[in-house]
């Protein structure tokens, strides 16, 4: 089965702070991807990544940064987080794309 | 601007019956589409998929549609059971492309 985890579940910060959240997937996938699920607004993509250092834009990139140093591992970066970050996260990932995308359980950031 | 609508939040349907999930886009070149269903507090699980090649893929007590000329997508659950209250999102894939756009979702409530 695939495994997609996520590093933290609930993650509480302050306004201006810096934050990183991390995805780690175990079956070799290809394609990674972040999004954020706000109620009446669905998942909206931030960032994906479809190689190990390459990253392309989502629907809603501002403010955000991501990283890819392995191809096991996914990182979402809120360089100054503001309170309009506040949202669920969730990362998923996928072998290639004919093939669905496989999700973490998210993190429930809130921004203080 | 929302390519892929769904346009019930909600949708409460009798244990046994026949629940109907219904999303629209608008997106023509949309080739592939996706039905996630969403636990509180867990990520979006894959459920069923469709190729715009065909207008119906089924599996076992789920039935997915496809209307091309209407760009119309509907789920159909038969016989609905408790288990299958849970947040429903379609998705929808661009030709060629690897990332996903997600509708709002629809609360389906099974009602014993």
């Known amino acids: 089965d695939v495994k997609v985890t996520q590093s933290s579940r609930y993650l509480v910060k302050r306004t201006g702070e810096k934050v990183f959240l991390e995805c780690v997937q175990d079956m070799d996938h290809e394609n990674m991807f972040w999004y954020r699920q706000d109620p009446g607004l669905g998942l909206r993509l931030i960032y994906f990544?479809?190689?190990?250092?390459?990253?392309e834009k989502g629907d809603i990139p501002e403010g955000y940064s991501v990283s890819r140093e392995k191809k096991e591992r996914f990182s979402l970066i809120l360089e100054s987080a503001s309170t309009n970050q506040t949202s669920m996260y969730l990362c998923?990932?996928?072998?290639?794309?004919?093939?669905?995308?496989?999700f973490g359980d998210g993190t429930r950031l809130s921004i203080l | 601007d929302q390519q892929v609508k769904q346009n019930s939040p909600s949708l409460s349907v009798q244990e046994g019956r026949i629940s109907i999930l219904n999303c629209d886009y608008t997106?023509?070149?949309?080739?592939?589409f996706l039905w996630y269903k969403k636990y509180p507090a867990e990520g979006p699980t894959f459920l069923i998929s469709?190729?715009?090649?065909?207008d119906k893929n089924e599996d076992g007590r789920f039935t997915v549609f496809l209307n091309k000329s209407a760009k119309h997508l509907s789920l159909h659950i038969v016989p609905s059971q408790p288990g299958d209250s849970a947040v429903y999102f379609c998705?929808?894939?661009?030709?060629?492309?690897?990332?996903?756009?997600f509708g709002q979702g629809t609360r389906l409530t099974i009602n014993p």
């Open positions: 997106n023509s070149m949309f080739d592939y």
């Open positions: 990544s479809y190689d190990v250092k390459m990253k």
């Open positions: 998923a990932s996928s072998p290639q794309h004919d093939q669905p995308q496989h």
């Open positions: 469709i190729s715009s090649i065909k």
């Open positions: 998705a929808a894939r661009n030709q060629g492309a690897q990332k996903l756009v």
